[in-house]
């Protein structure tokens, strides 16, 4: 079995401090060297350009902006098509799940996760896998549109970049 890849930094954007303290004490305890803050998109954005970090957590509801979190997700993307993206949301619609894959995440997952679960899919997510965590039929049926696709952050051919890009399903 092969070595997860190391996490050593991390940016978190979301606007509740609750969730950001949380975050950060998990983060600790799994021997994440740097996490960054951020309560907005637009000082979120400011980091990762800055930063450059392993791994961005990322709540789609994030308010105070005229920018969402989809908005900031396509500009991480474009900005590094290998970026590794987690949203982490209270967020249960599939459609919501399958808008944010489309806009670049490498994961989605919901906040009601336990600590283990976070840590694992921030793992996953920077070891170029994608992270969904599945709840319900409904959730997989939709979702499964992205089956087989790549995450961006993994290394893939320019044609399949391009394509999710623009928002079309890429034949593999």
Known sequence: MSKPAAIARVLV?????????????????????AVWEARDVIS??????RHHPDVVIIDLAVRGSVLSGL???RRMRAHNRR??????TLQRNPAIAARALKAGATGYMLKDASPDEVIKALHQVRSGNRYLKRRS??????????????PPCRSEPAGVA?????????SL
């Not at 970026?83 to 982490?88: G, K, R």
């Not at 039929?137 to 790549?150: E, F, Q, S």
Request: aromatic content about 10%; overall charge positive; some cysteine.
């Open 13 to 33: 954007i979301d606007d509740h401090p609750v969730v950001i303290q949380g975050l950060r004490c998990w983060l600790k305890d799994a021997h994440v060297k």
């Open 44 to 49: 979120g954005y400011r980091l990762f350009r």
């Open 71 to 73: 908005d900031v997700i």
């Open 83 to 88: 970026s590794c993206i987690l949203v982490f």
């Open 137 to 150: 039929r409904n959730a997989t049926r939709a979702l499964g549109y992205w089956r087989g696709v790549k």
């Open 162 to 170: 391009n394509a999710l890009a623009a928002g079309e399903r890429p």
